[in-house]
């Protein structure tokens, strides 16, 4: 896997994943940026939150769950001091579809968590890694 950063000013960085997809980072203007994109904290957040969701879709498709839509909602603390690591991350996924079966989505959650996802397995050495779910019929 590769990915490209390119400063582009201030504080704005275009990232360049190796599959060609691009992304404006940015800092708040208190650090010198204008607030063009997300901050690259931010960008780590939402990779995690997309693996999770990826890996949660596929084992709940594979299981014959007809899911409509699937949130994820990610709160997340930062330590005080540098360096400013998350301390906790809280998933909550919102699932509509027609008859979803709690324990398989728990099941799902569960294998996400702690096979799968390679992003919140990470984090989860410096981080408290929390999930919850609620299913919307639909």
């Known amino acids: 896997m590769k ?3 390119e400063w582009k000013d201030g504080m704005s960085f275009l990232g360049e994943s190796g599959s060609g997809h691009q992304v404006l980072m940015d800092g708040p203007p208190e650090a010198g940026g204008r607030n063009l994109g997300p901050r690259p904290m931010e960008m780590l957040l939402m990779g ?11 084992i709940l ?7 409509n ?4 909602e990610i709160e997340a603390q ?4 540098e360096p400013k690591v998350f301390t906790h991350i ?3 996924f919102k699932l509509t579809g027609k008859d979803l079966q709690p324990q398989q989505i728990e099941r ?9 996802c390679s992003a919140s397995i990470m984090l989860g050495k410096t981080a ?3 999930h919850d779910f609620e299913i919307v019929e639909g």
Do not use: P, W
């Open 61 to 67: 498709k594979k299981g014959r769950q007809e899911v």
């Open 78 to 81: 930062r330590a005080t001091n």
């Open 48 to 58: 995690t939150g997309g693996c999770a969701a990826f890996d949660v879709m596929l």
């Open 128 to 130: 408290e890694m929390t």
């Open 108 to 116: 799902a959650i569960s294998l996400s968590a702690e096979k799968y």
């Open 69 to 72: 839509d699937c949130v994820v």
């Open 3 to 5: 990915a490209r950063i």
């Open 90 to 92: 809280h998933f909550h």
